[in-house]
């Protein structure tokens, strides 16, 4: 066994370097420790990945993101290995150029940009697209002209013609689907505008949420009158660009041009950070003055966006842990599963708490009682738990199906439940249930719930993710916190309830024949023990050898 | 608003009193004794039933008579063979808990069993049920396990009355080779003949130095009569006791755990006997006894560690210190 003065040296200067960690970044930084008032700054990665042609030289264009009303572009930068790197203008639309003589195996091209949502910002690159004829083959053109005769029948102005349009779609479904063989569903609708004689364009928009990867863009239709102009889905016919939506295409050129080389895909990974609006400010000033550098350094901000996403979470495990070690040992809640509670607090984090626990408590509900007729098949364990896990996968499919049905897209987030885990919850449950009762498994399914939430509300908290996200030396807090508490011998809170009884009794009652508190008397007995063998420690021993072994020097 | 948080106070013990009876909390006992005194290596000892058997018989210490076991299924088909013409026996799985996938035989005709409740069974049930053992329906986690078969306990008259359909046994808890408290644990209608404290099996606290019952508990409340039988828990006396005692303290030279729970039951003719060990001994015993752990462990703890005892002079000491009754 490790001492316990190095126990707790250990503990100490993880604690100590830990703050010292956090102070450092503090001062030398400007990392404030509380966020304060927020500004949001997405930082936005595309990764274009090629595979080169063979022969000759690669050059590829790839459309820069559209200057746009709400947020503020602060930074650019690409990363490439070995491709040359230029800003150009092709037909008046930006464009970052890689160029490369002779590229050979799978490329990767990364352009990375960071944007502040920004209310004041109210600039704009969107050109008023040029109306074109309407010169589609038939019978398409008279399908389409049929669809514009009656939106036009049912609207006073582009805006309702098209949201007309979008909706006749749906209403005449034969049509739809002879027209949307032949067309995707944007450009069919583009098509149908040009017969009203109302420009419009399709555009490309990002989905800005916190650490997203591998997502791609999705299309959207900008319609015009005169110089006004606004955006619609052509799926739900939603009018307006979202808060967290970025246009990131806003001409009718294309978003990715490869000359020599084949296979071109392009994903976007995407990170949230806060900064402080007073931050926010200078940023954009230093944003302003050396355009196309990258200034804003975050504290992990070095790795690559797609790792930083990934480290963002994880950095918040430790939180869901350290809750999880606290209301074990503190105070005894019972949980089912060490770390479940941890990991489902993580799904929630993903699916919202009202969403997540609806979510969580009708899958162990039914995922149980699925469970308990199997276990009157007899089944073995690992066939047993294999139908478990496809049992909760049907579960969270039909769930996610039918509230996406009845147009709850938040349902669709339960994918985002470890089901391994939760099958193993199930499963543990069920046999606690048939050996202590139901009681037991409410006690200890509420406790890991309790828990649940306890670490979601704790890794949900702007103050906490700014403080783990920002400050490393945070872990090593955590960790020597964790560690003493291992090392806590003390009472449980729940134990201090079930104890109180006895406690009392003992108080009142002497048991059998005795005349004062055993407690007491042991005491005693026990420093008249240490009184007769007074060196039992290993250390007296030495001394005792040591002083024996100087006398019978002195006497040589 | 201050007389609430006087009630909400109120359902809570003082810890500095706890502390001052010396009542062991869940923390204390897995650092300060499971943590210190059970080596890790040692826990597959004592939870599997098979290896403390073995054990107890290489170190001369009673327990019941292993008939033979059952490893695989090529077993299963030999089963006869192995329960030779052995009329009683006990079929329980080595890694089981609790009480799971015990299977008691009082009986035999030839091919058909009679089992503990009166049910007849079979061959092809018997087979069944040893299957079920082997591939893991009974164990921790679903764990391969096997089975072992042993001669049946018979047990003592003097217990009769003291528990409802399930069998008596005595948990001594033994520290460094010293018991240091008992308890005995009888089934209720509640606990479904089982003797598990939580299920609301009676729970009586055993004088170390006589073998009296002390107090006797159900659901963490103070009773005084058997709750099915009606019977006087407090006449409670365990015989044989220091065979008991001895039989107790001679776990920890065997198993080398210094932190024990040790389950002994009394046979009729073959006096006490090691049922099982346990690694993790409950918190309960102390209500039973309605007195806490930790004095009479840092009494032990204060002993001088040069000092070597037998079992013998071990139990003469815990009964010198941590009787209850004078005789
Ligand atoms: N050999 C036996 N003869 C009769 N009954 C037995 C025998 N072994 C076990 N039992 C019964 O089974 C119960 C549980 O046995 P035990 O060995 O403690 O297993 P577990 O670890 O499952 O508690 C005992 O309390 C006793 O009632
Ligand atoms: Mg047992």
């Not at chain 1, 203008?89 to 799978?106: A, C, D, F, H, I």
């Not at chain 1, 039914?366 to 276990?375: E, H, Y």
């Not at chain 1, 002497?510 to 008397?521: F, H, Q, S, V, W």
């Amino acid at each position: 066994m490790v001492s316990r003065g190095l126990f707790y040296i250990v503990t100490a200067i993880l604690f100590v370097t830990g703050l010292l960690f956090m102070i450092y970044q503090h001062v030398t930084f400007e990392v404030p420790f509380l966020p304060g008032d927020q500004r949001e700054v997405w930082s936005v990665e595309a990764k274009v990945e090629f595979d080169p042609t063979g022969n000759g030289a690669a050059t590829v264009d790839f459309s820069l993101p559209a200057v746009q009303p709400g947020f503020t572009q602060l930074s650019q930068s690409t990363a490439s290995v070995g491709f040359g790197t230029s800003y150009v203008m092709k037909q008046n639309n930006s464009y970052v150029e890689w160029t490369k003589r002779n590229p050979l195996g799978l490329q990767t091209l990364y352009y990375r940009a960071e944007f502040l949502r920004d209310d004041s910002a109210t600039a704009s690159s969107m050109t008023i697209p040029e109306l074109k004829q309407n010169t589609e083959p038939e019978p398409f053109a008279t399908a389409m002209r049929e669809i514009a005769d009656a939106a036009m029948q049912r609207s006073s102005n582009p805006f309702s013609f098209t949201v007309q349009t979008i909706d006749e779609l749906k209403r005449q479904p034969e049509i739809a689907s002879l027209l949307l063989s032949q067309y995707r569903r944007e450009e069919l609708i583009v098509h149908i505008l040009e017969l009203a004689k109302i420009p419009a364009r399709i555009v490309s928009v990002l989905d800005l949420e916190d650490a997203r990867r591998n997502r791609a863009l999705s299309s959207r239709i900008a319609v015009f009158d005169g110089q006004h102009y606004e955006i619609f889905d052509p799926q739900s016919g939603v009018s307006g660009v979202r808060d967290n939506q970025l246009i990131w295409k806003n001409h009718d050129g294309s978003l990715l041009d490869v000359q020599g080389g084949q296979n071109a895909h392009v994903s976007f990974s995407i990170l949230r950070n806060s900064v402080a609006a007073a931050q926010a400010g200078s940023l954009k000033v230093q944003a302003a003055l050396a355009a196309g550098e990258d200034i804003v350094s975050l504290s992990i901000a070095s790795l690559p966006l797609e790792e930083q996403s990934l480290f963002k979470n994880i950095l918040l495990l430790p939180i869901g842990v350290i809750i999880v070690v606290f209301l074990r040992i503190i105070i005894g809640v019972k949980t089912s599963g060490t770390f479940m509670p941890v990991l489902i607090a993580m799904a929630f984090l993903e699916t919202s708490l009202l969403v997540g626990l609806i979510g969580f408590v009708s899958i162990v509900a039914i995922g149980l009682v699925v469970r308990s007729w199997l276990s009157h098949l007899n089944l073995l364990l690992v066939a047993r738990i294999s139908a478990v896990i496809i049992t909760v996968i049907a579960i969270i499919g039909a769930i996610s199906l039918f509230t996406y049905k009845i147009g709850l897209t938040e349902g669709i987030k339960v994918t985002f439940f470890p089901m391994i885990i939760l099958s193993w919850t199930i499963e543990r449950m069920s046999i606690l249930w048939e050996e202590e009762g139901y009681k037991e498994v409410l006690k200890q399914g509420g406790g890991s719930l309790f828990v649940a939430v306890c670490a979601y509300l704790a890794m949900s908290s702007a103050a906490i993710q700014h403080l783990t996200f920002n400050f490393l030396g945070l872990q090593l807090i955590i960790l020597s916190l964790v560690l003493i508490m291992g090392n806590y011998t003390g009472f449980r809170l729940f134990e201090l309830k079930r104890f109180r009884p006895l406690s009392d009794k003992i108080k009142n009652q002497l048991n059998g024949d005795e005349k004062e508190l055993e407690a007491d008397r042991l005491k005693a007995e026990r420093q008249n023990i240490k009184k007769l063998f007074p060196d039992t420690r290993p250390r007296d021993y030495f001394r005792r050898d040591k002083e024996e072994y100087k006398s019978r020097q002195d006497k040589d | 608003m201050l007389g609430f948080v006087k009630q909400a106070l109120s359902r809570y013990a003082n810890p500095l009193d706890l502390m001052h009876f010396g009542i062991m909390g869940m923390n204390q006992r897995n650092v300060n004794y499971i943590g210190r005194y059970n080596p890790r290596r040692l826990f597959p000892l004592v939870d599997n039933k098979l290896l403390t058997k073995r054990m107890a018989m290489e170190y001369g210490v009673n327990s019941p008579y292993l008939i033979g076991t059952v490893e695989d299924v090529h077993d299963i088909d030999n089963i006869l063979e192995i329960l030779g013409d052995k009329q009683e026996f006990c079929i329980k799985p080595a890694q089981g808990s609790g009480g799971k996938g015990i299977l008691v035989i009082t009986g035999r005709q030839g091919d058909s069993f009679i089992k503990g409740s009166g049910q007849n069974i079979n061959m092809h049930d018997l087979r069944r049920h040893l299957s079920n053992i082997l591939a893991g329906l009974f164990s921790l986690g679903g764990k391969q396990d096997i089975a072992l078969i042993e001669d049946l306990i018979h047990f003592d008259n003097v217990f009769a009355g003291y528990s409802y359909e399930g069998v008596p046994d005595t948990r001594v808890i033994v520290f460094k080779g010293f018991p240091v408290m008992c308890m005995m644990r009888l089934s209720t209608k509640a606990s479904d003949g089982k003797a598990n404290l939580h299920q609301g099996a009676v729970g009586v606290g055993i004088c170390i130095r006589t073998g009296r019952a002390v107090r006797a508990v159900q659901h963490n409340a103070p009773i005084r009569m058997h709750p099915d039988t009606g019977k006087d828990l407090f006449k409670l006396k365990v015989p044989h006791w220091d065979e008991v005692l001895t039989l107790a303290a001679s776990c920890y030279g065997m198993s080398g755990l210094g932190y024990i729970g040790t389950d002994i039951v009394l046979d009729k003719d073959r006096g006490p006997m090691l049922l099982e060990l346990n690694a993790r001994p409950g918190l309960a015993i102390q209500t039973a006894n309605n007195a806490g752990l930790v004095p009479r462990l840092r009494l032990i703890e204060a002993l001088p560690r040069r000092l070597s005892l037998n079992p013998q002079e071990r139990v003469a000491f815990a009964k010198e210190h941590f009787g209850v009754y004078l005789e």
